[in-house]
């Protein structure tokens, strides 16, 4: 309802808009870093009164007349990026940037060139989508994204589906990991701690924390099996890294912060002044320290969200140590059924990021915890009352 | 206008090069320059205006006064504006419509400071304004002469646009020839009714409720690659119209070029009327394409929450929304 406001309002129940869409009770539906960056103005085109939320799990209560493969009753889990399966990106897997889900494409032209897709409660710039931070949501192409999920999985787990831990998986895939290689991440949130779990199974050797929040480090070692861990408030990252890695740097960079990092020294100050007054839209903290400290030829892989424009970018770094930039809103559907297979067959359980599940009329408080990383919050799930 | 649809070459050359705001004449560089030299003057006399206002009134032989700095200030602050559209805009004639209006305006403002007190810097002023009054009118009347014969010779508006559907060409082509089907995705048309292969009658929303409608033709039809229509008789809207079908990815896609003219009610006025209230045809025949790509490949045109009302409304889900009506943004 503004910046850094968010408030539990009655609206009217969705209904069918499309013949392909679906209604789902929803039934866990969590809070995104990405939604702080909405929850913190720095994503255009939000309005009083959208609904945000974009990692949904619920129960299909009504199909509409093309939806063949979803039955009333089936527990299913939505992926963020809303995709047709039709479009010739679509088709090469490319599902966050299909053609034909967002009938805001132009509002994003203007502002990025090209459209992507349509996102769940998440600006109009990406659709005007009312999100899943509710108790009903209205699910489009359903017949295409949202994936049944087993009895024996629970909601905290299949939420994690949506969103962070494709994107975490994402993140690493990117990485090109060869058997013994090192990975550096930069940001120990629920997208960076699955990033770190997932390179890890993709074979990585040595994995790096880096983050300011000690019981993130702590989750990064414990749960998403981190060999090492970087407190950058103590240790000059660079160096660290450098010693780490035997004088080489991580032969890829991962970077899960995005557009809101923290940093010390006068280069942060500017960013952050820069940012105030609109001169500069992100502040990429993170990302010239990933691209600093990359070995050379090494991959720098971004999952943290970018919404627009940002300074003092290390291009030189980039062509003159011959790195690879790789970005991209997860592809969920790609990712949907091999991570939910691993699920099963128990070779990780993503459920080990939440650490706060709230009501859905606890949302607001829930934002400031997450926020202000009080009480030692890493994921927040919100459950409407059944 | 009669144009030879049988040697259409399938791609023109210059086609995707040519953009449609930039116009078809191009603008002779002295007078493109002189446009740009007046509006960095703009700039320059808005800066100094602005900010010293008091420098200035000394300049032109203002006695100091609250009301003589205020006044230079706020003309200032229209230079400024004034300077920066033209140094945005392409072809800013009504902008340096606005500089004439604007050189009367500081005219009349100097004679009456000048009757309160002059001296002979008022009018070294005085005479300075006039000069660059001249100036400012014959751009202007040159650069709105081009303009009006841009028009002319473009027959009202011109609007081409092109999209890749992941369909084949016969399929696109099969769906467009049956025009009844265009207002699936033409948000504008109400309907379409065809009598024979060749004749059809066109209903489109106007503005306020009502309705216009024109009779077309069929000029050419190449089956899976072009399709030529023009309207006929004393139709309200006056147009021609053409889409080409190209096989794409190895025929497995469609580029679709589709090219509008057409004179709207009202003509020029018209134009700028529709534009002025949103309706702004490039953007209108770029929507209807995504639609187009929309229903072709999943269907139907995708809604959400926020796109189904007409004005901007936040992404919740709405009180009620019957599909048949198609509200469109």
């Known amino acids: 309802m503004g910046k850094k406001n968010v408030q539990v309002e009655q609206v009217p129940d969705p209904q069918i808009l499309n013949a392909r869409d679906a209604i789902i009770r929803v039934t866990s539906s969590a809070i995104c870093g990405s939604d702080l960056h909405l929850y913190n103005g720095y994503v255009p ?13 619920g129960e299909v209560v009504e199909v509409g007349p093309a939806v063949l493969n979803l039955d009333v009753g089936d527990r299913v889990v939505v992926p963020f990026p809303i995709s047709c399966g039709n479009c010739a990106m679509c088709e090469r897997t490319l599902y966050s940037l299909c053609e034909n889900s967002n009938p805001n494409w132009w509002m994003a032209e203007k502002m990025w060139g090209r459209s992507p897709c349509g996102i769940f409660g998440y600006s109009h710039l990406t659709g005007g989508f009312a999100g899943g931070q509710a108790e009903y949501v209205r699910v489009p192409f359903a017949d295409f994204g949202p994936l049944k999920i087993p009895q024996e999985v629970t909601d905290d787990q299949a939420f994690t589906l949506a969103d962070i831990f494709p994107t975490g998986y994402m993140g690493a895939e990117m990485c090109d990991i060869h058997p013994g290689d090192s990975v550096a991440v930069w940001g120990a949130g629920p997208v960076g701690l699955l990033a770190m779990a997932s390179a890890r199974l993709l074979g990585a050797e040595r994995i790096i924390a880096i983050d300011r929040f000690e019981y993130r480090l702590r989750m990064a070692q414990d749960g998403a099996g981190a060999t090492d861990v970087l407190n950058y408030e103590e240790v000059d990252v660079h160096e660290a890294l450098t010693e780490l890695t035997g004088g080489r740097g991580p032969d890829a960079a991962i970077d899960a912060v995005g557009l809101e990092g923290h940093a010390h020294g006068p280069l942060f100050a500017m960013d952050r002044a820069k940012q105030a007054l609109k001169l500069e839209t992100d502040r990429p903290v993170a990302l010239r320290e990933a691209i600093r400290c990359v070995r050379n030829g090494g991959t720098v892989s971004v999952v943290g969200v970018y919404g627009g424009f940002l300074d003092q970018f290390p291009m030189g770094s980039i062509v003159n140590r011959a790195l690879t930039l790789k970005s991209g809103q997860c592809h969920v559907q790609r990712y949907l ?7 099963l067959n128990g070779e990780i359980d993503p459920s080990f990021v939440v650490t706060h599940r709230l009501s859905l009329d606890e949302a607001p408080q829930g934002y400031t915890i997450f926020n202000d990383k009080m009480d030692n919050c ?9 | 206008m009669e144009r030879d649809y049988e040697t259409l070459p399938l791609v023109r050359p210059g086609y995707v090069a040519r953009s449609s705001k930039a116009g078809l004449l191009p603008l002779n560089d002295p007078l493109e320059r002189r446009a740009k030299a007046l509006g960095w003057f703009s700039l320059g006399l808005g800066a100094a205006m602005t900010f010293a206002p008091r420098l200035v009134a000394r300049a032109i032989g203002l006695r100091p006064s609250v009301l003589a700095h205020t006044t230079i200030r706020a003309i200032g602050v229209r230079e400024l504006a004034v300077g920066f559209g033209i140094l945005a805009k392409k072809k800013p004639a009504g902008l340096l419509w606005t500089r004439v209006a604007g050189d009367v305006v500081d005219l009349t403002l100097l004679r009456r400071g000048a009757s309160n007190g002059g001296t002979a810097r008022a009018l070294v002023a005085g005479a300075s304004v006039l000069g ?15 303009n009006m014969q841009e028009r002319k010779e473009m027959g009202g508006m011109r609007v081409c646009r092109a999209i890749t559907i992941n369909r084949p060409p016969d399929e696109v082509y099969r769906f467009w020839r049956h025009l009844e089907n265009l207002p699936q995705f033409m948000s504008h048309l109400e309907r379409v009714e065809t009598y024979g292969s060749e004749k059809s009658r066109w209903v489109a929303k106007a503005p306020l409720g009502t309705t216009v409608e024109w009779y077309a033709d069929i000029l050419f039809d190449r089956p899976n690659e072009l399709i030529a229509w023009h309207s006929t008789g004393d139709s309200q809207v006056q147009n021609e119209g053409w889409v080409r079908f190209e096989s794409a990815r190895g025929g497995r896609e469609t580029v679709v070029r589709a090219e509008l003219h057409y004179q709207p009610p009202g003509g020029a006025l018209g134009a700028t009327l529709a534009k002025l209230f949103g309706e702004d045809p490039a953007h209108t025949v770029a929507t209807d394409l995504r639609r187009l790509k929309q229903v072709l490949e999943t269907g139907e045109v995708t809604h959400s929450d926020a796109s189904i009302h007409k004005l901007p409304h936040p992404a919740q889900p709405p009180k009620s929304f019957d599909p048949s009506t198609k509200e469109a943004s």
Do not use: C
């Open chain 2, 132 to 146: 660059i009054t001249a100036v400012d009118v014959a751009s202007a009347v040159q650069l709105t002469r081009h």
């Open chain 1, 337 to 343: 059924r091999p991570l939910l297979g691993r699920v």
């Open chain 1, 378 to 386: 890493e994921k927040i799930v919100l459950k409407p009352a059944a």
């Open chain 1, 45 to 57: 085109t939000m309005m009083r009164g959208d609904v945000l939320g974009h990692e949904i799990v």
